[in-house]
């Protein structure tokens, strides 16, 4: 309702499931995390569509159901909460998180955003080709605790500007780690 380009997605990883993500699109730069909404399966996609009927977007998560072998569907219905109604300041994150970089694909430059708990000593996102070898250590060292985006300028740990193609981003924070892919074009 507010015009601004909102973001659904779901965030999977090997130790806490998936779960859907919702940011919301600000005025004056990056998105915000709206929500962290678990799932009781393992979801794969994100659709948009009134569900219900009732004239309001809902999001619906597809994936697969971990009690049979059939697929799910999870539906978060829309309470018509508009935007603006989110308060600036968001609680600190009690999991910490990995959000998709933006622009993807992108040139030359794009932005990750990720959230470190409360509690966290060591954070290390690095970029990796997509052979595994690590291209170039965006930051490493302690964040506070709350929502980061850190830049990453396209380049190597020599300064040279990678080729296009598929890269890995890998955010550790003490002993959990998550990746994500992003593609760089000409």
């Known amino acids: 309702g507010d015009g601004l380009l909102d973001i659904a997605l ?3 990883n090997l130790t806490d499931g998936s779960a859907l993500v919702v940011l919301l699109g600000q ?3 990056a998105p915000i995390l709206e929500g962290y909404y678990p799932l009781p399966g393992e979801g794969s996609q994100v659709l948009a569509s009134d569900v219900n009927g009732d004239g309001d977007t809902d999001l619906v998560v597809l994936g697969t159901n971990p009690a049979s072998s059939h697929g799910g569907v ?3 219905k829309n309470q018509g909460t508009p935007a603006t109604a989110v308060a600036a300041e968001t609680a600190t994150p009690t999991a910490f998180a990995l959000g998709a970089n933006y622009p993807n694909p992108f040139n030359p430059t794009t932005t990750i955003p990720l959230a470190v708990p409360a509690g966290s000593k060591d954070v290390d996102l690095t970029i990796y080709n997509v052979l595994g070898q690590p291209l170039r250590r965006v930051w490493t060292g302690p964040l506070p605790a709350g929502e980061h985006e850190l830049t990453w300028d396209g380049r190597d740990a020599q300064g040279q ?3 296009t193609g598929v890269y890995v981003y890998r955010l550790q924070v003490d002993e959990q780690t ?3 892919k992003m593609i760089k074009i000409e």
Do not use: I, L
């Open 10 to 12: 779901v965030d999977r």
């Open 27 to 29: 005025r004056n730069g």
């Open 74 to 76: 999870f539906a978060f």
């Open 161 to 163: 500007p990678v080729a």
């Open 178 to 180: 998550r990746t994500r």
